[in-house]
C-alpha cells in the first residue's frame, strides 16, 4: 500500500508564489513517475504536472507552463510543485499522484491518490 500526503496548501493572492510538497510512503516500486493533478469547484479533474523517476521526462499542461516547477528528490520519496506568478484561476484542491508505470504521461493509468490540499488564490 502506498500512501501520499500533500501539504503546501494555502491562501495566497495573484501574483504570489507557492511550494506544494508530497511524501510517498509506503510498498513503492523501484521507479516510478509521481504527478500533480488539480480539481476546482464545479469542474473535473485535471492534469497539472509529472515526473518520471530520473526526472528526465516532464509534462505539464499549458494553462501552467512557464508559472509552475515540478521537481522530485528520490531520496525522500518526495515531489513538488513550485507554483510562481498563481492567478486566481489556479485555486483548486491540488492532488498528488504515482504512477507505476513511470511513464508520468496524463493520460497514464495513475494508481495512488493523495487526499489533496486546497490552494486559494484571490485577485
Known amino acids: 500500500q502506498v500512501i501520499l500526503q500533500e501539504s503546501g496548501g494555502g491562501s495566497v493572492q495573484a501574483g504570489d508564489s507557492l511550494r506544494l510538497s508530497c511524501l510517498s510512503s509506503?510498498?513503492?516500486?523501484?521507479?516510478?513517475?509521481l504527478g500533480w493533478f488539480r480539481q476546482a469547484p464545479g469542474k473535473e479533474r485535471e492534469f497539472v504536472a509529472s515526473?518520471?523517476?530520473?526526472?528526465?521526462?516532464?509534462y505539464y499542461a499549458d494553462s501552467v507552463r512557464g508559472r509552475f516547477t515540478i521537481s522530485r528528490d528520490n531520496a525522500w520519496s518526495s515531489v513538488y510543485l513550485q507554483m510562481d506568478n498563481v492567478k486566481p484561476e489556479d485555486t483548486a484542491v491540488y492532488y498528488c499522484?504515482?504512477?507505476?508505470?513511470?511513464?508520468?504521461?496524463?493520460?497514464?493509468?495513475?494508481?495512488?491518490w493523495g487526499r489533496g490540499t486546497q490552494v486559494t488564490v484571490s485577485s
Open positions: 515526473i518520471n523517476w530520473d526526472g528526465d521526462t516532464i
Open positions: 499522484a504515482l504512477d507505476t508505470s513511470n511513464l508520468a504521461e496524463a493520460r497514464a493509468w495513475w494508481d495512488y
Open positions: 509506503g510498498r513503492t516500486h523501484s521507479a516510478y513517475a
